[in-house]
């Protein structure tokens, strides 16, 4: 990394994945790091703690899976948390009945009531797939070019609809092509060679990322130009990006969630995360927290019922929602975010982009390197770090 000019301070607005990597490679590179954390704890949406009741780590805001082939990526992470190999295998239960996702062969004999081979599965799915004379404009299009009118129906149009709230034609096609679907029995729900988990939790690994003697760390801490220092050389922003602006051009759509807590004797159903397709119900998942920690043990279960509805003012933002059409109203903050100067985005929510957690280290590791090249060549920084991946 480039070695930063004598005394360059840096203020980062927030202390999750993207904000405690962004500081922590700062630090490293000799900076003072100021940063700002609203809540009392690190780790944002990807914050763990254990349960009083039963000592089970519950996954606060919703199951976090590190998933990567970016081994710069695991590299960095493993510096400050153990990780223990992990299979996610989904659920999905439609009636009385489970069926594996993403859809793979057992899907989709368990679905048809058929015993097909790979091949012929392959091509019995290939026969329902519907044909586009363009790529697939939308969600809705994805899918079924991706598995056909039954599967899709079955098992993504009414949860696309209860997560969004809004028709998957209106949902962009990249959100389906995340899926994978497998003609064969592999259950796992993520393509990477390497999946794990934090064994004690991402918190406690955002905190040790900011255990530097040049990184401060102001908990309660909204930014304003009172709780700022005021000499700084840039500003990280990870929030909402309207916020920054005061929502001056109007609020962009953002979904939150909403978590009811189960309880119960032994286990509560038959895999960590259980999706609910049908329309019907209103929540979309349980999680049963233990089974994202499979190599400990409980005797009590705790899970959460997960429920999706459109973010208010008051409402914690937790899914950018990005139209397949594209948005005016967000290119019209990205305008006005790249005329500033001093201050950055990074972040799912400060880019307004549906990015997994290891995409979300990379790029804050990539601001850090630009903006310390930048600054020593006397170049503006940039408004957004958008390519690493």
């Known amino acids: 990394m480039t070695a930063p000019k004598a005394d360059l301070r840096f203020v980062v607005v927030g202390a999750g994945l993207s904000g405690a990597t962004l500081a922590r490679r700062l630090a490293e590179a000799g900076a003072t790091v100021t940063v700002l954390e609203a809540q009392s704890h690190p780790a944002g949406h990807c914050h763990t703690e254990r349960d009083p009741e ?3 780590l519950v996954h606060v805001h919703g199951p976090h899976i590190f998933h990567s082939d970016n081994q710069a990526v695991w ?3 493993e510096r400050f948390a153990r990780f223990e190999p992990y299979q996610h295998a989904t659920l999905a239960r439609i009636g009385e009945r489970h069926f594996r996702l993403p859809v793979n062969l057992d899907t989709i004999n368990d679905f048809f009531g058929t015993a097909m081979t ?4 392959e091509a019995f799915i290939a026969e329902r797939r519907v044909r586009f004379d363009r790529p697939p404009a939308n969600f809705e299009e994805q899918a079924l070019a991706s598995i056909g009118r039954e599967l899709y129906e079955a098992f993504f149009m009414g949860y696309t609809r209860k997560q969004w709230g809004r028709d998957p034609t209106d949902i962009p096609a990249s959100v389906m092509r995340r899926l994978p679907v497998r003609f064969d029995t592999n259950p796992s729900y993520f393509r990477h060679a390497r999946v794990a988990i934090a064994a004690e939790g991402y918190t406690e690994m955002v905190r040790s990322m900011l255990a530097h003697p040049g990184i401060e760390v102001r908990y309660g801490a909204e930014f304003n130009s009172a709780n700022s220092p005021e000499q700084m050389d840039h500003l990280f922003f990870t929030g909402c990006l309207d916020a920054w602006f005061k929502h001056r051009f109007g609020p962009l759509p953002y979904r939150s969630l909403r978590f009811e807590t189960i309880r119960a004797a032994g286990d509560y159903q038959p895999a960590a995360c259980v999706n609910y397709p049908d329309a019907e119900i209103p929540f979309t998942r349980i999680t049963e927290h233990k089974r994202l920690a499979p ?7 705790v899970c959460s019922r997960e429920f999706s509805f459109e ?6 933002p937790y899914y950018p929602v990005r139209l397949a059409g594209g948005s005016e109203l967000l290119a019209r903050y990205r305008a006005a975010a790249e005329a500033l100067t001093g201050v950055s985005f990074v972040g799912r929510l400060a880019t307004f982009e549906y ?3 290891d995409v979300a280290i990379a790029r804050a590791i990539q601001a850090a390197e630009t903006t310390l090249s930048h600054i020593a060549a006397g170049r503006p920084v940039p408004a957004f770090f958008e390519t690493a991946s």
Not at 118 to 121: L, P, R
């Open 54 to 56: 039963t000592g089970i």
């Open 75 to 77: 590299s960095f992470c």
């Open 118 to 121: 790979s091949a012929q599965a």
């Open 295 to 301: 190599w400990e043990k409980h005797p009590t279960t």
């Open 311 to 316: 973010a208010g003012p008051d409402d914690r």
């Open 355 to 357: 990015i997994d957690m």
